[in-house]
């Protein structure tokens, strides 16, 4: 993009409208879960697995907006006509790499911690590492 001979700004997009909602239920089948159960709306939603019942997804107050538009698309038209671009990625490929890797990385953290490692950074959430808690992420 800034290669280009008068450099601007592109939007990389599928054009398709998706939601975090999908996002999570994609992952959620990918992850074996059986779907996401969801109650509540606004702060108050929760999502539990189908499978278990347990709540994996809760609204978080800080980033909450209630005044967000419902929906945002975005058009890639330019980023094709100028840079030949198109994506060859579909949401649902995404999701199963984003999972498989971050399976692998609880593996990897999970082998650390049994063997006696203290883990920075962990993918625990909310994390009980001390070393995450005193960086700033508060748990709960």
């Known amino acids: 993009m800034l290669q280009q001979e008068q ?20 992952a959620a089948s ?17 999502g539990t697995r189908a499978d278990t019942g347990a709540v994996v997804v809760r609204i978080d107050p800080r980033y909450f907006r ?3 538009v419902d929906t945002l698309l975005d058009d890639p038209s330019r980023a094709k ?8 990625t579909t949401l649902e490929e995404l999701v199963a790499e984003m999972v498989a890797v971050d399976r692998d990385d609880a593996k990897k953290e999970a082998y650390l911690k049994r063997k006696g490692f ?18 700033g992420h508060k748990p709960g």
């Open 81 to 88: 006509e100028k840079l030949g671009w198109t994506p060859t």
């Open 7 to 26: 450099p601007e700004d592109f939007v990389i997009a599928t054009g398709r409208q998706e939601s975090v909602r999908r996002f999570i239920e994609l």
């Open 30 to 46: 990918e992850l074996g879960w059986g779907g996401i159960d969801w109650q509540g709306e606004g702060l108050q939603e929760t």
């Open 118 to 135: 203290q883990v920075v950074g962990s993918m625990e959430n909310p994390p009980t590492n001390p070393a995450v808690v005193a960086a």
């Open 66 to 68: 209630p005044a967000e």
